[in-house]
């Protein structure tokens, strides 16, 4: 299998589109765009459906922005769901409230694929911010996904998500090929939390790692003033990738000067398959430490 081209696109929340419409075509000039570069699959960030805040009703409270947005996202799925098809790209429509039975909400990601499918996972472990009953108030998902795309083994992992290495340790056993991560991160400190984490799990998994991050700010937002992400693929430290890790990387910003992180790269699967079953330095597998013992002194 050649390298698998992914393009990672770091939207920038200010762009502020009219209603949904407005929204999904401002998307499919985004797939048109990646698949015009060869990518087979388009991401997008955590919240990206944020930037529906900017058509929110007159005196919208805090605490009906979820069923708000879980609205807008709803029917953004309907207007996206056949442009992959389209395309003949992949697209990870980033991450949006979905309604559950019990009337709550999950921060939920969507992937929607040329054959039609639809491929989603919640977010694991919520914020402080995401489980605050004066204004964004969510419930965390409790099963974690893995499928296949395109030939590869695939998961997803939301932002804090990727920082947890239990959740690296129920992968392990996987033989993932890739590991898609969309974020949206206030600061640069959270930026850098996610990121080295997620070059953390290409280390640990034996894989690769794919991440991007809302940047600049929603017109109508009231809980996210700020945010800076730029884009990675990470890769397992091996000299045949080239010693550091990095793969393909956008610097961080702010999106204070419009600046919009697009970044298209090749991700090197099939090295990283021959490493991961027998080739690399000193990965010892999947490691399960079940003959340590923690001992208290």
């Known amino acids: 299998m050649p390298d698998y081209k992914i393009a990672l696109w770091s939207l920038h929340l200010g762009f502020s589109p009219a209603d949904t419409a407005a929204f999904a075509a401002h998307v499919e000039a985004g797939l048109a765009r990646a698949a015009d570069a060869g990518a087979r699959l388009l991401m997008l960030p955590e919240y990206a459906i944020e930037a529906c805040l900017a058509f929110k009703p007159d005196g919208l409270p805090e605490t009906s922005e979820i069923p708000f947005l879980a609205d807008c996202g709803a029917e953004l799925v309907g207007r996206l769901r056949d442009l992959p098809a389209r395309h003949g790209v992949s697209l990870l429509m980033g991450t949006m409230p979905v309604r559950v039975g019990d009337g709550g909400y999950t921060n ?22 995401e489980q605050d009953p004066g204004s964004w108030s969510l419930q965390p998902g409790r099963v974690l996904h893995t499928f296949e795309l395109d030939g590869l083994k695939m998961a997803i992992l939301i932002c804090l998500d990727v920082e947890l290495p239990a959740l690296s340790c129920l992968l392990a056993g996987e033989d993932l090929d890739l590991l898609l991560v969309p974020s949206m991160t206030e600061r640069l400190a959270g930026h850098h939390r996610v990121y080295d984490c997620a070059k953390a799990r290409a280390v640990e998994l034996m894989t690769c ?40 990387f956008a610097a961080p910003t702010d999106g204070a000067d419009g600046e919009e992180p697009f970044l298209v790269a090749d991700v090197p699967v099939e090295s990283v398959r021959r490493l991961r079953r027998g080739g690399a330095e000193v990965w010892p597998g999947a490691w399960r430490a079940g003959h340590v013992a923690l001992e208290r002194r």
């Open 108 to 129: 939920t990601a969507i992937l929607l694929t040329p054959d039609g499918r639809e491929i989603r996972q919640d977010k694991l472990c919520l914020t402080p911010g």
């Open 209 to 248: 790692v794919t991440v991007c991050g809302t940047v600049g700010a929603a017109r109508g937002t009231t809980q996210n003033l700020t945010n800076v992400s730029g884009a990675a693929v990470y890769t397992p430290c091996e000299a045949e990738l080239g010693h550091t890790g990095l793969a393909a």
